[in-house]
């Protein structure tokens, strides 16, 4: 049986499943039939076989991660906090319940304390959930602790749980939601991991059965014959052609410099080993994702320097924090919206906590003087002139030399002369660009089909940026997904893209392709596209 849904890379995986339990909901308040004694005593003993499972784990894993296991082990054994379950369960509610507003009471005091124990509180919630798995019955929420390697199938993961994979297990990654350009398929990408999403068929897979993820035609066979494995592992070798590191260029030599989305400093080794001339998007909201508070602004410096020391002399774009929709801040609450994508995200959301993004830029301008790197700095998010000249003209008065935007809505474009008469540079995300312009959210397995870059609507933005690149005299890059696709990659540079920035792992292929085509060329394959009428039109045409 073959399953399809859309490739992150270009990678090939063959393993077993492990699916990933659904997250636990919130347990209601009803009052409970059970009497106290009892009630207490099934509470008692799921803690105690959490505390047990935790402290194994610790001693299975060593290092590092026994510490924060053996700590949630004695988080279990908390007597305050046992007190405190007994006298809500002598109350009328059930234990699931007073497990739950235990823990989430000693979360909250802990977050208001701030600092490395707010940092704990998230490993507070983590054995709270594990508590009440245990009283329910299911399965453990979170990457299950399994010791072989193994493909994981969920419906979807938080970035959060992306980052953290441990890679040494994990083959690869099918999701049921999530299209090619959701967080999940975007850290995925970064980490190399083989990854199709929007495989809404991947819920009848169950533990155990074996499959083949092939990544570059999105594809996942069920059960595959030896001959399926050979054929993949054939087409995986026939596609890794030796290339030089250099710096990006077309036939004609015209320069395209080949540039890295990373997402914190320990992204940058890899980055630098594939060769990235510099950074073009660092996505600094990754770090702060399970940051209960706003980083202060020493504490940024610190993150900012070490990418910054990296690139001595280099180019490094950095993006203000884009918080809101898959990626929400703690620190920059959006309140409840029913459509977050088109909500308080990006620029906007920083914008109403402004002091905020005065703190980031303050510390990007600092570690900028402390470093010889060539630091730029730009919004998410933008959507025109006025918003424009807001950000170039706040990140300018706190000291920032280079101030561009990125042109993610489709307004931005459509305003392209204005925006860059006041940017010093404008950087095109195109996987928000894609999301907005065909209003398909990029999260939905459901829409993930209009989730394609190729389409010519979208090309046809990302001409007038271009366009307007070209007549101001100012740079235009891409940094959303569509710049590792190495075909597209030459149709953007066609529409007047002066750099590429995409995730490391991409950067050999799309190397490779820029120096079989001229400039001229590149703008013959781009009038092809635009002229198609559908992403695959689009996409033969430049092919053939
Ligand atoms: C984009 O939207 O293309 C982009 C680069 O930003 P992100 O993927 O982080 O939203
Ligand atoms: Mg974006």
Redesign the pocket.
């Known amino acids: 049986m073959r399953l399809q849904g859309i490739g992150v890379g270009r990678g090939i995986a063959h393993g077993p499943v492990v699916r990933m339990p659904d997250p636990i909901p919130e347990p209601g308040t009803e009052i409970r039939d059970a009497d106290a004694g009892t009630e207490f005593a099934r509470a008692g003993a799921a803690l105690q076989e959490v505390a047990t499972d935790l402290a194994e784990r610790a001693d299975r894993a060593g290092g590092e991660a026994k510490g924060v296991l053996d700590a949630q082990s004695m988080m279990a054994q908390d007597p305050s906090l046992i007190d405190d379950i007994r006298s809500r369960i002598s109350t009328g509610r059930t234990a699931e319940r007073a497990v739950f507003e235990a823990f989430h009471g000693f979360q909250q005091m802990l977050i208001s304390m701030g600092g490395y124990m707010a940092e704990r509180a998230s490993d507070l919630g983590d054995v709270s959930q594990r508590t009440i798995a245990r009283l329910r019955g299911v399965a453990a929420p979170g990457v299950p602790d399994v010791d072989h390697p193994f493909v994981l199938v969920a419906h979807d993961l938080a970035p959060a749980d992306t980052a953290s994979l441990d890679l040494a297990r994990v083959l690869g990654l099918i999701t049921l939601g999530g299209g090619p350009t959701s967080h999940t398929a975007i850290l995925a990408r970064s980490q190399a991991i083989v990854a199709v999403v929007g495989v809404t068929d991947a819920a009848s897979l169950v533990d155990g059965t074996d499959v083949l993820v092939d990544a570059s035609d999105g594809s996942v066979i069920v059960e595959p014959t030896t001959a399926d494995v050979e054929a993949a592992e054939q087409r995986l070798a026939a596609r890794r052609v030796a290339v030089p590191i250099g710096p990006g260029k077309l036939a004609d030599g015209t320069e395209v410099p080949l540039l890295a989305n990373i997402g914190s400093p320990a992204d940058v080794a890899d980055a630098l080993a594939r060769g990235a001339e510099g950074i073009g998007l660092f996505r600094t909201e990754f770090m702060f994702l399970g940051a209960e508070k706003a980083p202060t602004v020493a504490e940024q410096q610190e993150q900012y320097r070490a990418v910054f020391d990296a690139f001595a002399g280099r180019k490094v774009v950095v993006r203000t924090l ?1 918080a809101g929709s898959d990626k929400p801040l703690v620190f920059l609450p959006t309140g409840q919206e029913d459509n977050p994508a088109l909500g308080l995200r ?1 620029l906007r959301a920083t914008r109403a906590n402004e002091q905020i993004l005065r703190d980031q830029l303050t510390a990007i301008v600092a570690a900028t003087a402390e470093t010889g790197a060539d630091v730029s700095v730009m919004a ?2 933008v959507a025109d002139a006025a918003e424009t000249e807001y950000f170039v003209t706040l990140a300018r008065s706190v000291g920032v030399q280079t101030a561009g935007v ?1 042109a ?1 809505v489709p307004s931005c474009a459509l305003m392209a002369g204005q925006v860059l008469g006041i940017a010093d540079f404008v950087s095109i ?1 195109t ?2 660009l894609t999301q907005y312009t065909l209003a398909a959210d990029r999260l939905l397995g459901s829409v993930a089909a209009y989730q394609d870059p190729w389409h010519p609507a979208v090309l046809r933005l990302v001409k007038l940026l271009g366009d307007a690149g070209i007549q101001s005299g100012r740079p235009v890059g891409v940094c ?1 997904e569509a710049a590792a696709d190495p075909l597209l990659a030459v149709v953007l540079v066609g529409l007047g893209a002066t750099s590429l920035s995409m995730a490391p792992s991409a950067l050999a292929d799309v190397r490779t392709e820029l120096r079989q085509h001229t400039l001229e060329h590149a703008r013959a394959l781009a009038v092809r596209a635009l002229d198609a009428s559908s992403p695959a039109e689009a996409r033969a045409a430049v092919r053939d």
């Open positions: 884009d990006g998410p998010m990125m993610e995300g996987n928000d959303g």
